[in-house]
């Protein structure tokens, strides 16, 4: 490592440590001598100034926290001396000019990916099964078992068989501390019937009946949208009957969204069959039959503008502004340079950033968008004693994410620096090239189920905790803030940005090579772990307060 500290913004009055340091240890930087009165582990910060109550606190070069108490030079940043603080936003007419970043080494690449009748292009070809009500999750999940696993989709081989081997093993009076799962493999005799399907996905929840009628339409633009999402080749639909959401508003919506939706489309509904045998029986076979003639699109080469990839954080770390999340930023600023699109989502992640990206807004209609978005929503926050100040977890604040401002500061650095050209509410489809905010909670699966409804066909997660997290039908690729992460949880994390905190790499060189690995994903030469794992997380948002 070639430094034990950082400051990241020279009007910043904190330093970012990057390895464990000692109470009395002397800090050396930029000539300046720093006696630590507290053990600082990685991650956090400790103060270069003398602070007073009542003074702010900068991070990122913006206000991220005001002090409580009497904070001597050298000391800690803690949950008790410095609480949330951000500087008021408005629109202020700014004139942003942005500088592409050099992508000449990307010009004229391609990746392989599925092209629709409408002309936009998958990463992956997926079969879609959704309910329009939680009635129907039970016969989904009865369909789902049957569909992977003579398909060659499911992935709990090892899981069986080491459930057998236990039973074995009690039956036989064994230890069974004794059953080796690594020592287990799959069945070889599991291969996926169609090579040109990357998997038969279904967006079980917990709507479509009760609840107010607004979750209901919310629910079913919410499934249109994913049934009109470029990585979804067909849809199998099943009703109930009497719910709220009828199949009739779905279809409604689905027209709405795109006009000349043309996709193999299926509807069942319970009521209206002779029994449930015939229904999930006929779900079944007509399905078999779409996904014979789907499996007949082939990969064809398609311009790196036609991806569209969402950038995500979650379980994150005090590296996450530092590491993975500009090294994403850079990725997404290379993108934007080749004409695709980028989104931005997580609206309580953005508490702290809000003047930055109005600035770099393209005008006033959408900065007023955001504005106006960002503003409802911290109100119905607050309405219910919350608060988008309230957004950091345990663990974020254990791991040096002290106050929303400095996790959103650093959570706003994966959008990259390009101007942002739209402003889209939950399940509005992107149109334009270029960065787009989405508005959607923090909540890790709310989110990328939302900015998947938008339209990311690649989502790029950081995180510095770790977590499993991925989605239906938007492969979601992992990246490691930190080398200790990747190291330990090898089977979820995809990339890792930590030889930027070793000073091994620069966050352009790391941007690079994510976006590399983008290329690869999209063309389906690699699989992201979260993929492999069938990590299908689906959340709806009923627009309620979820942070």
Known sequence: MKARVLKIHPKDNVLVVLTNLKKGEVIEHNGNSYTLVDDVDAKHKFFIDDMKAGDSVYMYGVL??????????????????????????????????????????????????????????????????????????????????????????????????????????????????????????????????????????FLNHQMGCGGTRQDAKTLGELLAAYSDHPNVGGITVLSLGCQNLQVQDYLKYLKERNPGFDKPLYVFEQQQSQSEEQLVAEAIRKTFEGLVELNKLERTPAPLSEMCVGVKCGGSDGFSGISANPAVGYCADLLVGLGAKVLLAEFPELCGAEQELIDRSVDEATAQKFITLMRNYDELAHKVGSGFHMNPSPGNIKDGLITDAIKSTGAAKKGGTSPVVDVLDYTEKVKKPGLSLVCTPGNDVEATTGKTASGATLILFTTGLGTPTGNPVCPTIKVATNSSLARRMKDIIDIDTGGIIEGEKTIEQMGEEILEYCIKAASGEVIPKAVQLNQDDFIPWKRGVSL
Not at 83 to 97: G, N, Q, S, T, V
Not at 102 to 125: E, P
Not at 174 to 188: E, F, K, M, R, Y
């Open 64 to 201: 991220v926290g005001k002090i409580q108490f009497d904070v001597p030079k050298g000391g800690r940043m803690t949950t008790d001396n410095t609480k949330h603080a951000a500087d008021a936003y408005a629109y202020r007419a700014a004139k942003y000019e942005w500088h592409a970043p050099d992508v000449s080494k990307f010009a004229g690449r391609t990746f392989n990916g599925y092209k629709r009748s409408d002309g936009r292009v998958g990463t992956a070809n997926y079969w879609l099964f959704l309910p329009t009500v939680f009635c129907e999750n039970r016969n989904l999940d009865v369909i789902r078992e049957a569909l992977h696993n003579e398909l060659g989709y499911a992935v709990t081989d090892k899981y069986k068989s080491y459930a057998k081997s236990l039973v074995d093993a009690f039956k036989e009076g064994a230890d069974l501390g004794s059953v080796d799962i690594t020592a287990l493999q799959p069945d070889p005799k599991q291969r996926r019937v169609f090579k040109n399907i990357d998997g038969i996905k």
